[in-house]
């Protein structure tokens, strides 16, 4: 039987996403208790939308810290200015860099890498018919 992303998505006890890591801690939602937890990869979404939304947000971020920094650098001006613009530069591309490090992904290919996740200790679990969900063996 294929798995969807409804049907385990009581089993999810935590999600924690880093990059296109998504680390998931399984449980049975019956007893509440953990068997585990697995690891899997999201893939950039492709889809023209996609595309277009994480380009916006790179442009809208970029021109918030890189606008910010160089306002520091022409408040202050001279060689203060300029020796602080190098470091607000730097922290200004640091946080472009985080903030921006999770655009090319959607709420699809989060689910998407949570299933694939499931794959990998669905042997911990059955499927119960009268509750429609699966529970730990």
């Known amino acids: 039987m294929p798995v969807s992303y409804d049907a385990i998505e009581p089993n ?27 690891t899997a990869y999201m893939a950039a979404d492709t889809s023209l939308r996609g595309r277009v939304t994480a380009n916006v947000k790179r442009s809208i971020m970029s021109e918030i810290t890189y ?3 160089r306002f520091i650098s022409n ?4 060689t203060a200015g300029r020796v602080l613009s190098n470091a607000a ?20 290919t989060r689910q998407a890498a949570i299933v694939a996740a499931f794959e990998q200790v669905q042997t911990s ?13």
């Open 125 to 137: 679990f059955v499927w119960d018919e009268s509750r429609q969900r699966f529970v730990a063996k």
């Open 67 to 69: 606008g910010a920094a």
């Open 75 to 78: 408040l202050l001006g001279g």
């Open 12 to 38: 999810i006890a935590q999600v924690d996403v880093s990059g296109s890591q998504v680390q998931v801690v399984w449980k049975c939602p019956v007893t509440g208790r953990q068997l585990g937890q697995s």
């Open 89 to 108: 530069y730097t922290a200004a591309g640091d946080v472009d860099n985080r903030a921006t490090s999770g655009v090319d992904y959607s709420e699809a």
